[in-house]
């Protein structure tokens, strides 16, 4: 079987660096809060060009963390897209404030700033652009936008790692930058981590306070907070994984590049490159097809694993089925739910099994 992501195949120097890391940690006797998640928060605040990063417990909370930072709470609307892991929406609403969703760009599945005009209000605070499968999105038109209007432009970064545009980092453009290490991203743990960057000072300083019950120093309270923190096991993991990143980046864009050249079939469109080769690291490689899943089930035959990135648009979710959005639908984001597939494109993957995913969609 074709694994949409196989940590299997990775390398015994790579699994023996990670077990030399967790024994540090062991050894340290400090699990919490100590040298581990200090390291990684310089080196990926480093890697990202910002000035802080704050490592927390998952994506969702950076999120939700971010957004209590900058007093986003209830009354206020918080426009992102339907088409993303449900963590975003559910940040905006744990935070208290109200997800006004806006439809997508047909052509891309990116947030389309058209609609994000037709959503805005005396109420909205913020706008969450998810770079969406590992593209950075459409930056300019949105900071127009939101700076025009003095609201904040947040990255939901969980799945762009890396990703640069005009040689600017993700999670470096916004108030904030949020993160997911969950396992199968660019950047994974062995488990649960995320992280918050910034260059704003203040903010860093709320969300290092709120993620560990509101302290500004042992038993000092200033606020209500939550607990959600990177733990050291995996900062320690992190460590070690960041010095391949670069490298698993490289792989990922030449198997989509792979995919790209290769494969031709008059029902299949793949979803547009992007205008500059850095801005997109393939977290996931998105295809359409109108028989979805009639492909998916080929697929399966062939022995290969596919997935749908995201079947169920977020307002058509059970507790968002009174969720506003864009006054003239969401209909480019219900038709892309229908009709998108995900393909293996980690970095493991080899020559062959490219040529048999490609072999396969050709022959559907």
Wanted: aromatic share 8%.
């Amino acid at each position: 079987m074709i694994r949409m992501n196989d940590f299997l195949v990775e390398s015994t120097v790579l699994r023996q660096q990670m077990l030399s890391a967790v024994s540090t940690v062991l050894n340290s006797g400090r699990y919490i809060l100590s040298k581990e998640v200090e390291a990684f928060e310089r080196e990926w605040a480093s890697f990202c060009r910002v000035q802080f990063c704050v490592g927390v417990g998952n994506g969702m909370d950076a999120i939700e963390i971010g957004l209590r930072a900058l007093d986003i709470g209830p009354g206020d609307e918080v426009i992102t897209t339907p088409i993303t892991a449900f963590a975003t929406v559910l940040a905006i609403m744990r935070a208290g404030a109200t997800p006004v969703l806006a439809d997508i760009d047909p052509d891309t599945a990116m947030l389309d700033p058209k609609s994000v005009l037709r959503c805005l209000t005396s109420k909205t605070k913020a706008v969450i652009l998810v770079h969406l499968y590992g593209q950075i999105g459409p930056l300019d038109e949105l900071l127009m936008i939101t700076n025009d209007r003095n609201i904040h432009m947040i990255e939901d970064c969980a799945q762009a790692h890396g990703a640069r545009y005009k040689g600017q980092v993700a999670g470096s453009f916004g108030s904030f930058g949020a993160w997911s290490f969950y396992p199968t991203k660019n950047l994974g743990a062995i488990g649960d981590g995320g992280a918050l960057t910034t260059s704003r000072s203040e903010l860093a300083a709320q969300a290092s306070a709120l993620r560990n019950y509101g302290q500004t120093k042992s038993h000092y309270h200033q606020q209500f907070g939550m607990n959600s923190r990177l733990d050291e096991v995996q900062a320690a993991i992190l460590r070690v994984r960041l010095s391949y990143l670069t490298n698993w980046t490289t792989c990922r864009r030449e198997v989509a590049n792979t995919y790209r050249e290769r494969i031709k079939h008059p029902h299949v469109r793949l979803l547009p490159g992007p205008d500059q080769a850095e801005s997109h690291v393939y977290h996931l490689f998105v295809i359409t097809c109108p028989r979805r899943d009639a492909l998916q089930a080929h697929l399966r035959t062939q022995g290969i694993e596919s997935l749908i990135h995201y079947p169920i648009p977020a307002h058509k979710q059970e507790p968002c089925r009174s969720m506003p959005y864009d006054p003239l639908g969401l209909k480019y984001a219900e038709r892309h739910a229908e009709e998108c597939l995900s393909l293996p494109c980690h970095p493991g993957l080899t020559d062959e099994e490219a040529e048999k995913v490609i072999q396969a969609i050709n022959s559907f």
